[in-house]
Each structure stands twice: as C-alpha cells, then as structure tokens.
C-alpha cells in the first residue's frame, strides 16, 4: 500500500530554517511527481512546492518562491522541502503528495511553528 511519512517538523524562530523529509514506499517512487502542501488553522489546504518524478522540473507557490526548495532522492525514496528565511505566516501542518495536481495520497502531516 502507498505510504507517505513526513518528518522533520518543528518550532523555529523567523529567519531559521528547517528541512522536512518524506519517505514513500508502495510504489514506484521514480515514476512519480511529488509535491508539498501545507494547512495553517481554520485555512484550506495549499499547495505548496512539485517536483516531476526525474527531478528536473519544479514549481512552487508564490509566497514560497526564494525560500523553499523541494528536491528528491529517488535511491532513498524520498523528497525533501528545504524551508528558509521562515516567516510566521508559514506555521502550519505541511503534508507529502503523491503526483500533482491533484495528488491522489497523502502523508500523516508534519506540523512546523514559526514564532519568537
């Protein structure tokens, strides 16, 4: 079965930075785009970050553009969401995807707080 784990959430003060991870297994991992998005409180959920399944192509939301890099390791299964200069408008619970758009799984979520 597909399976999504993220990781690497946490609190960070603005400006930091952190990286999550997301390993996949149940499927052909090379096969696949991945992408990122992310659910604040109250917020619907947005998309945040793709990458096609070699790795070359990537897109990303507009707020993020300039801080974030999604990348992958297809040997490890998995992608990667490099998150810097945070800002407290990105503190919510940021989950994997399968594929885009629309993604067809998703992972449990990872939750990142950014705040003084």
């Known amino acids: 079965q597909v399976q999504l784990v993220e990781s690497g959430g946490g609190l960070v003060q603005p400006g930091g930075s952190l990286r999550l991870s997301c390993v996949a297994s149940g499927f052909t991992f090379s096969s696949a785009a991945m992408s990122w998005y992310r659910q604040a409180p109250g917020k619907e959920r947005e998309f945040v970050a793709v990458?096609?399944?070699?790795?070359?192509?990537?897109n990303y939301a507009d707020s993020v553009k300039g801080r974030f890099t999604i990348s992958r390791d297809n040997a490890k299964n998995t992608v990667y969401l490099q998150m810097n200069s945070l800002k407290p408008e990105d503190t919510a619970v940021y989950y994997c995807?399968?594929?885009?758009?629309?993604?067809?799984?998703w992972g449990q979520g990872t939750q990142v707080t950014v705040s003084s």
């Open positions: 995807a399968r594929r885009w758009p629309p993604p067809d799984y």
């Open positions: 990458i096609s399944s070699i790795g070359i192509g990537t």
